[in-house]
């Protein structure tokens, strides 16, 4: 059935967990991060206080907070060294790859961070990833554009800093515009976290045989590249770009999506767990608006967007299947408007989804949770008996 096999015989931690982190209900598309809703979070709280929620379970006070971003900035320097792993990429590696390889290099700069046996061991472990992350993603975005890298300013908000180092701009261009730093900080708390989904289930799994939380989140960043998974903003984007190239013909691209000889699905639509509006999907496409209008952009690929959720929306294929936009639908939208190459995009949806791997992975560690070890259903042959070649 594709999916993880609960077996009656006690067999523990089949794929299946239980956890307290997120809730999600795909039929009323609902989605909360410690109880508090997707909708009051983007709309009253930063990126950092929802990573501190996620991880450690309650809405900071603000001595907490600061002194989490003041430990997350003491550690936000990156070993050298990783510039000589950087440069040892090519130019056309794809971000995701070449993020994945840092992530998991930085085990070697921090060897402390691989056997954590006490809470203050995993304290370090998730301030040093919250500060060193952001440079690791600003780095892979300019060495693919071929720009001179930038070390950030510790003087700046968390996700202001992200920005500088991604455009390597003067801080007033942030500091001064918060369109861009409002936008971005929306986009990463909707993608925070998401209950037990490929690639955070990527992370516990990998992160239950003990394995440190570095090589945990390269795992994570591996399955979320797929175009079905995070990979999807990105190929969204080159679907609507195709459908525009094609004189904006989004009926042709239905009835591809309809075909079943055709492989092309539509992408940023459907969902394993939604049989409804993804509810991030929801707040992404009113930022895009308000976005692009506060940048004075006039995109035609959002104009194309939304005939195309029209029409799928209206399709009695699409409505059979219970097939909506989902959060991968406009959010590439936005990252374009922003200046973001559409190759970065799922490194986005990274960079937002880190602060919610790091609880979940967190969450399995505290609970001494035992390796994750999933079991199958045996369709293989019968036993039989070996022959010999001569007689195969
Ligand atoms: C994310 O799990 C998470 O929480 C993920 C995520 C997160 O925050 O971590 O929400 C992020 O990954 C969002 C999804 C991004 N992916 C895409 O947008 C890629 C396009 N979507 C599809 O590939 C698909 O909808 C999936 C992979 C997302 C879900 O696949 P399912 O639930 O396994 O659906 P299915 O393959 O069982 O399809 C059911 C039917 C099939 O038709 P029938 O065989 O019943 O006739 O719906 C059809 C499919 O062919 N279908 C689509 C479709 N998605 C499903 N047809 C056309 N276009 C699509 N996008």
């Given at each position: 059935t594709g999916g993880y096999i609960t077996l009656d015989?006690?067999?523990?931690?089949?794929?299946s967990c239980e956890s307290a982190v997120t809730f999600l209900d795909g039929e009323k598309g609902i989605l909360r991060y410690r109880g508090y809703t997707i909708e009051e979070l983007a709309e009253k709280a930063d990126f950092l206080e929802v990573a501190y929620l996620l991880i450690f379970g309650d809405l900071p006070k603000k001595e907490q907070l600061d002194k989490f971003h003041e430990d997350i900035k003491r550690n936000s320097l990156v070993d050298e060294d990783i510039h000589k792993i950087l440069d040892?990429?090519?130019?056309?590696?794809h971000p995701m790859g070449v993020l994945s390889s840092l992530t998991s290099a930085l085990t070697a700069f921090n060897?402390?961070?691989?056997?954590?046996?006490?809470e203050q061991d995993m304290y370090n472990s998730v301030v040093r990833i919250l500060g060193k992350f952001p440079v690791l993603v600003a780095w892979t975005m300019r060495k693919k554009s071929g720009l001179p890298l930038d070390y950030g300013?510790?003087?700046?908000?968390y996700v202001e800093n992200i920005l500088k180092m991604m455009?390597?701009?003067?801080?007033e261009e942030y500091t001064q515009n918060p369109i861009l730093v409002n936008a971005l900080d929306k986009l990463l708390i909707l993608h925070a976290d998401h209950e037990q989904n490929c690639s955070t289930s990527t992370v516990r799994i990998t992160g239950s045989s003990h394995a440190g939380l570095f090589a945990s989140l390269s795992a994570g960043i591996s399955a979320l590249w797929g175009p079905l998974h995070g990979g999807a903003n990105q190929a969204v984007l080159e679907m609507l770009e195709a459908i525009k190239e094609d004189g904006g013909d989004t009926k042709k691209y239905m009835a591809k999506a309809k075909?079943?000889?055709?492989?092309?699905r539509l992408m940023g639509f459907g969902h394993r767990v939604y049989k409804n509006f993804d509810p991030r999907a929801r707040i992404i496409k009113k930022a895009a608006d308000e976005v692009l209008g506060d940048l004075g952009v006039e995109d035609p690929i959002l104009d194309i967007a939304k005939g195309l959720e029209k029409e799928a929306l209206e399709d009695q294929y699409f409505v059979d299947r219970k097939l909506y936009p989902n959060v991968d639908f406009y959010s590439g939208i936005i990252y374009r408007a922003m200046g973001i190459p559409t190759e970065m995009f799922t490194v986005m949806f990274a960079l937002g989804r880190l602060p919610g791997w790091i609880a979940q992975w967190r969450e399995m560690r505290l609970r001494k949770e035992p390796i994750g070890r999933p079991r199958q259903l045996y369709i293989g042959e019968t036993e039989r008996s070996f022959e010999p070649i001569s007689e195969r």
């Open positions: 015989s006690g067999y523990k931690n089949t794929g040892a990429f090519p130019k056309a590696a060897p402390g961070s691989v056997d954590v046996t006490s300013d510790k003087s700046l908000g455009f390597k701009v003067p801080n075909d079943k000889n055709d492989p092309f």
